[in-house]
């Protein structure tokens, strides 16, 4: 089955403490991306990745890091999460060729920082 | 400043009826559209898109319209079902310019179809 995994599905940490969301796609997938999701801000782009070893920074790239060393895996790093950090995270991927025609989204990471 | 702006947070439409849900922006480098739709609990669903080389692209019962000129668009649902009551986000991007995967997000329309 084609998708997108994410884990945690949930995290509650504190704030200092490192932690990294992994995102996994199984299509062979060239394109991935990180969002953020608040209330009343709708969707914003974190990183996002055309390739392994290629990675652009989005909106809102501040306190986050990725990389892409495999096609198939682009973890997001919280070096020191603090509060402001909490939120929906998700994952996306799609082929480059289409354009985000079908962009595949992960279920989400709710991140908490207390 | 918001590039995409979906100044509609929510819309109440009556099964059967046609749902409009706009969208406006402001970048004129935007080349390419694209409306997701997202249940709770679940990440979102692409449903259609649109280049700045058309006006109108339509799949099914949705259809999306593009002014560039009043940099504008929509989505049209008709007839509206009560399963496509979920949050509609509008988002744009620069296909033309090296900047494709940068992709910006409006803050989403809440639609509400009555059965």
């Known amino acids: 089955e084609a998708q997108v995994t994410q884990n945690p599905r949930y995290l509650i940490t504190v704030t200092g403490k490192k932690l990294t969301v992994t995102c996994s796609q199984n299509?062979?997938?060239?394109?991935m991306s990180w969002y953020r999701q608040d209330p009343g801000l709708g969707l914003r782009q974190i990183y996002y990745?055309?390739?392994?070893?290629?990675?652009d920074k989005g909106d809102v790239p501040e306190g986050y890091k990725v990389s892409r060393k495999e096609k198939r895996n682009f973890p997001l790093i919280l070096e020191s999460p603090s509060p402001n950090q909490t939120s929906l995270y998700f994952c996306?991927?799609?082929?480059?060729?289409?354009?985000?025609?079908?962009?595949?989204f992960g279920p989400g990471t709710r991140l908490t920082v207390l | 400043d918001q590039q995409v702006k979906q100044n509609s947070p929510s819309l109440s439409v009556q099964e059967g009826r046609i749902s409009i849900l706009n969208c406006d922006y402001t970048?004129?480098?935007?080349?390419?559209f694209l409306w997701y739709k997202k249940y709770p609990a679940e990440g979102p669903t692409f449903l259609i898109s649109?280049?700045?080389?058309?006006d109108k692209n339509e799949d099914g019962r949705f259809t999306v319209f593009l002014n560039k000129s009043a940099k504008h668009l929509s989505l049209h649902i008709v007839p509206s079902q009560p399963g496509d009551s979920a949050v509609y986000f509008c988002?744009?991007?620069?296909?033309?310019?090296?900047?494709?995967?940068?992709?910006?997000f409006g803050k989403g329309t809440k639609l509400s179809v009555k059965p």
């Open positions: 988002a744009a991007s620069q296909q033309l310019s090296g900047s494709q995967g940068n992709l910006i």
């Open positions: 990745s055309m390739n392994v070893e290629v990675t």
């Open positions: 996306a991927s799609s082929s480059a060729g289409l354009l985000y025609n079908e962009q595949f």
């Open positions: 299509m062979n997938h060239e394109y």
């Open positions: 970048n004129s480098m935007f080349d390419y």
């Open positions: 649109i280049s700045s080389i058309k």
